[in-house]
Nanobody
Framework: VQLQASGGGLVQTGGSLSLSCAASGRTFSTDVMGWFRQAPGKEREFVAAITWSDGRKWYGDSVKGRFTISRDNAKNTVYLQMNSLKVEDTAGYYC??????????????????WGQGTQVTVSS
């Protein structure tokens, strides 16, 4: 499975950005797609996740109410709409895919494939 993230950029506080993650290859073997982010000097942090099958969603506490994850199964693409951006949202954003199985989806080790990351910078 290959993942290609895009859509990052520079935005002012309060602004919006939309990220995309296009999946290719054996995507049928995956069940959950996630977004994580990592700021310099910090650990990679869970942002959001969604199931391919029925669109169930999960969010990290720091983004609830501001970010929305969605998917387009026909395009094998997952999106992350980010609104009301804050300076602390500045990070590299990574999409990830989990091979189909039950269990946690909140940690980096729960995922099997990773995209290359796209930078989001929020200025004050």
């Amino acid at each position: 499975v290959q993942l290609q993230a895009s859509g990052g950029g520079l935005v002012q506080t309060g602004g919006s950005l939309s990220l995309s993650c296009a999946a290719s290859g054996r995507t049928f073997s995956t069940d959950v797609m996630g977004w994580f982010r990592q700021a310099p000097g910090k650990e990679r942090e869970f942002v959001a996740a969604i199931t391919w099958s029925d669109g169930r969603k999960w969010y990290g506490d720091s983004v609830k109410g501001r970010f929305t994850i969605s998917r387009d199964n026909a395009k094998n693409t997952v999106y992350l709409q980010m609104n009301s951006l804050k300076v602390e949202d500045t990070a590299g954003y990574y999409c990830a895919a989990r091979l189909a199985r039950s269990g946690s989806l909140y940690y980096t080790y729960d995922y099997d494939y990773w995209g290359q990351g796209t930078q989001v910078t929020v200025s004050s």
